[in-house]
């Protein structure tokens, strides 16, 4: 536009030049050829000195007319050239992004449609997408600048190991996407995502610090997996998907299978929505049984969901989804709701148990909605037992130990589930005020023929005792794990060896249930004991189940 404007005033200046110089001339060809006398003498042969001035008037207007026309002319001439300027100007802003100048997605569909037009089984090209790890750390850092910086060094770093070979765009906040036209076989594309990733993995100067990112590539190859753009890209998209699934700086080549998943994800999301909308998923409870006084002490809400298409789906299946789509908070508000009032119903001293998830503890205001729920509910804290895994520790350690502070402070119990398993040290664990420990099930589940398992299960049941904390051990299925659970200290057991997860209509059944256990009558002790002493007998295996019952009120 600006250029427009400038191209504007030197065409004025040069007009206003022209016009000059045509007074100058006139007036040294009039001062030649005398022409002022000459007029002066003709205008004395007229007697209506009216007609003179007319004439005159007349031949001065006819002067400035067609200076206002040329002039207007020049003018409208420049305004149409400013007008195409700014116009050419907008639509390349329209294709191009603003940040680093790469091409964005308009434009970037634009290009492949027009090099699709060419694929064929002799010339075939290649669809890259790019997602980039690792911004929203340095944003974290070092603050929206860094990003941009970041960002626009990575689009540098490709674009100078693509040089002139095929088209570079920027779809997205954090992906990126190439055409590589006219490949000659796979191993092209494959040997500039090698070099993109590697490139990534150098360290970004940032500020005063070094950052690094990670970059995962999705690869679709026309006409092999489609000629139409839409199924190009989308096809590379969900191979980019699978590589983001595999882990960091991963490659993957579309397959077709990938889109069997990607059609069953998409589906179960769809299905996840709806079930939520219609409050469908329901809560089980899993009995947590006292050790020592072999009895019911409380019960674990687990998420069950069955669907009428797609039949039973396990909660490792569904809870992901609903955290990567932001769909947890929801789910968990409405399952915890549920199962507070169901547990209306138990005896009062038993405890209801409830899984957290690290998303959800991403969020401040959960302390203050897991207690107004409780307060709707009419359940009181000191029956809740909150259950949160290691790696709510990891990711955000200010914000979840504000929750559990929270919660316990209003009476909530804090359990650590599958204990061992996650990335936490002793110190992040320390700074967290807790209840209790989980012994995860694939210790317990080896105990019968690991002596590693049973030297981290006994060093678990001793960390928790030292620091006074109660121990539950998850997947007890057999008597021999319970034998050596009772013999190191194990408070609380959970598995099928008392009890599979039941629906709420289930538990009373579950609670008058008899195993024929004369011992069960008495004190509820000793059906348990004889059982562990008959394990500890030589060549002796008891294979009934201990008796359970609900403990005297």
Excluded at 191 to 206: E, G, K, P, Q, Y
Excluded at 329 to 348: S, T
Excluded at 461 to 482: C, I, M, P, S, Y
Aim: charged share 25%.
């Amino acid at each position: 536009m600006y250029a427009g404007w400038f191209g504007c005033r030197s065409s004025a200046t040069r007009d206003f030049i022209a016009l000059f110089g045509g007074v100058v001339l006139a007036s040294i060809l009039a001062y030649v050829y005398e022409l002022g006398p000459r007029l002066f003498q003709l205008g004395r042969g007229y007697a209506d000195s009216t007609l003179d001035d007319t004439v005159l008037i007349a031949f001065f207007l006819s002067v400035a007319l067609t200076i206002f026309s040329v002039r207007r002319y020049r003018d409208i001439a420049c305004e149409i050239k400013a007008q195409t300027i700014a116009e050419a100007e907008a639509r390349d802003l329209a294709r191009h992004d603003p940040l680093t100048g790469l091409p964005n997605r308009r434009l970037f569909d634009e290009k492949l449609d027009a090099c699709l037009v060419l694929a064929s089984d002799t010339h075939q090209l290649a669809v890259l997408m790019l997602g980039v790890d690792g911004f929203k750390k340095i944003k974290d850092t070092h603050g929206h600048t860094a990003v941009d910086k970041a960002l626009c060094e990575f689009a540098n770093r490709v674009a100078d190991i693509l040089r002139k070979d095929g088209v570079l765009a920027r779809l997205g906040s954090d992906e990126f996407g190439i055409i590589l036209p006219n490949i000659s076989s796979p191993d092209d594309p494959t040997n500039l995502a090698r070099r993109i990733v590697a490139s990534a993995a150098d360290t970004f100067a940032i500020e005063t610090a070094a950052a690094e990112l990670g970059v995962r590539i999705g690869i679709a190859i026309a006409p092999i997996d489609g000629v139409n753009l839409h199924e190009l890209v989308r096809r590379a998209e969900r191979a980019l998907y699978r590589a983001q699934r595999d882990g960091k700086s991963c490659v993957r080549f579309f397959e077709p299978e990938i889109d069997i998943h990607v059609e069953r994800r998409i589906q179960l999301e769809r299905e996840l929505r709806s079930a939520i909308t219609a409050d469908i998923i329901e809560p089980h409870y899993q009995p947590l049984v006292s050790l020592k006084g072999n009895c019911i002490i409380g019960f674990e809400a687990l998420a069950r969901w069955e669907n009428r298409t797609l039949g039973h789906i396990p909660p490792d299946v569904f809870i992901p989804i609903a955290e990567e789509t932001g769909l947890i908070n929801a789910l968990g508000d409405q399952l915890f709701r549920r199962a507070c009032f169901h547990a209306n119903a138990w005896p009062e001293t038993f405890t209801l148990a409830f899984n957290i998830s690290p998303v959800q503890l991403r969020d401040p205001a959960l302390g203050q909605r897991i207690l107004s729920i409780l307060g709707q509910a009419g359940l009181s804290p000191r029956r809740l037992e909150i259950e949160i895994t290691e790696s709510a520790f990891v990711e955000k350690t200010g914000v979840a130990k504000s929750v559990v502070d929270e919660l316990r402070q209003a009476g909530v119990r804090i359990a650590l589930d599958d204990f061992g398993t996650g990335y936490a040290t002793l110190s992040q664990l320390l700074s967290f005020r807790l209840d209790k420990i989980k012994i995860d099930r694939s210790f317990v589940s080896r105990l019968g023929d690991s002596t590693d398992s049973r030297v981290i299960v006994r060093a678990i049941l001793g960390l928790a005792n030292g620091f006074g904390l109660t121990t539950t051990a998850e997947g007890v299925e057999d008597a021999g794990q319970l034998a050596y659970l009772v013999a190191n200290g194990c408070t609380e057991g959970q598995g099928y060896l008392f009890s599979g997860a039941v629906p709420a209509a289930g538990i009373p059944a579950l609670l008058n249930r008899e195993f024929g256990s004369a011992a069960v009558a008495e004190d509820g002790q000793e059906g348990l004991h004889a059982e562990v002493d008959a394990l500890d007998s030589p060549g002796s295996f008891c294979h009934n189940t201990p008796s359970i019952t609900a403990p005297r009120a």
